[in-house]
């Protein structure tokens, strides 16, 4: 079966689309997969060999600018012309899109061509590219069992789970290894409030016999080494972490946003976390409360996020190794969302 996946943007969009690139193409399908040239190269170094891979003219259409607004726009307009075009010669048999606006020319193209749709929803809210596109789509997957801005339609929702990379399938219901380890990390491009907040609450405990794995942004990294080396903290202070699922595995305590992957991932292994979502970002508060629902961890308020709160409760959960424990067994969730989908997919 010729299948055609539509991903770009973000990695978020990204390494789940590839998850399941490859889920299908290991069941004999053949695989084309359009992105944006935002992530062209992180699609190529993680496609499945043979897969052909279609670069799109698109980005994001968030920008307050109206001038850049209708520019995004004409773009993916043009890109989807593109594609009726191609579907008009080689035309797949599903396409399944990963959400964004790269994901929307494809969509609309098979829309045209009434060729079966799938959508996959990231977060536990539903974003606006996918909102607008559910109208041509047969069917929604979602990463949350409860999704909060669905649209009525005649479009089918399946909960099947958000996929993650093999390194996390492979730590799955790894043990916490009781050494007061503490992961810390804002994304790829960190987050400030974090490196506010984290150190300062760390200094302020009594008990610092805390081993602290720090990401942060290149410009902040020698800051931080120094603030915790004043104050005798032993950290690991990185501007990139490669292999993710290791530091995971490695910490008791995970502090960070709530990218839909980022939650998943927690949840994958199984780890106890402080979840701070960006307060511009109404997707990260749901998922950060779809994981403090699990019973997994906190999800809090950034304005509530204080060096106060944070001394206090970080001295409580270390000081009660059972309670990390415990909190790490609730958060997990049996992933095996690439599977699901492509069965989905293939029916």
């Not at 089918?156 to 916490?176: N, Q």
């Amino acid at each position: 079966m010729k299948i055609w996946i539509a991903t770009g943007g973000t990695g978020g969009h990204v390494f789940p689309a590839m998850a399941v690139a490859s889920e299908l193409a290991s069941r004999g399908h053949k695989i084309t997969i359009s992105c944006d040239g935002r992530v062209d190269k992180m699609v190529r170094d993680s496609a499945p060999k043979k897969s052909r891979i279609v670069h799109i003219w698109a980005s994001g259409v968030g920008a307050k600018n109206r001038l850049r607004q209708m520019y995004s726009l004409f773009k993916i307009g043009v890109s989807a012309f593109g594609l009726i075009l191609r579907f008009a010669f080689v035309r797949p048999a599903r396409v399944v899109a990963f959400g964004g606006y790269a994901s929307v020319p494809a969509v609309f193209a098979a829309h045209i061509w009434h060729i079966p749709t799938f959508l996959h929803e990231q977060n536990a809210a539903i974003g606006r590219a996918n909102k607008f596109t559910m109208r041509w789509v047969k069917t929604l997957m979602t990463s949350f069992p409860d999704v909060v801005g669905i649209p009525k339609t005649n479009t089918r929702v399946v909960y099947t789970g958000l996929p993650v990379r093999a390194a996390f399938l492979a730590a799955a219901g790894a043990k916490i290894p009781n050494k007061n380890h503490l992961l810390i990390t804002g994304g790829s491009l960190g987050a400030q409030i974090l490196d506010e907040v984290v150190p300062t609450a760390i200094a302020n405990m009594k008990n610092k016999k805390i081993f602290v794995t720090h990401q942060t942004r290149p410009e902040n990294v020698e800051k931080l080494q120094r603030f915790y080396a004043e104050h005798k903290i032993h950290a690991n202070v990185l501007s990139f972490i490669r292999d993710m699922a290791s530091a995971i595995v490695d910490a008791d305590l995970v502090i960070g946003r709530s990218g839909a992957s980022t939650v998943v991932e927690l949840e994958t292994i199984g780890r106890a976390a402080i979840l701070v979502p960006l307060n511009i970002n109404p997707d990260q508060a749901a998922n950060a409360a779809a994981f403090a629902k699990l019973g997994g961890g906190f999800a809090i308020e950034q304005s509530k996020f204080t060096p106060r709160w944070l001394e206090s409760t970080l001295t409580e959960l270390f000081d009660n190794p059972t309670r990390l424990e415990k909190m790490a067994k609730k958060s997990l969730v049996e992933n095996t969302a690439a599977q699901k989908i492509a069965d989905t997919i293939t029916k």
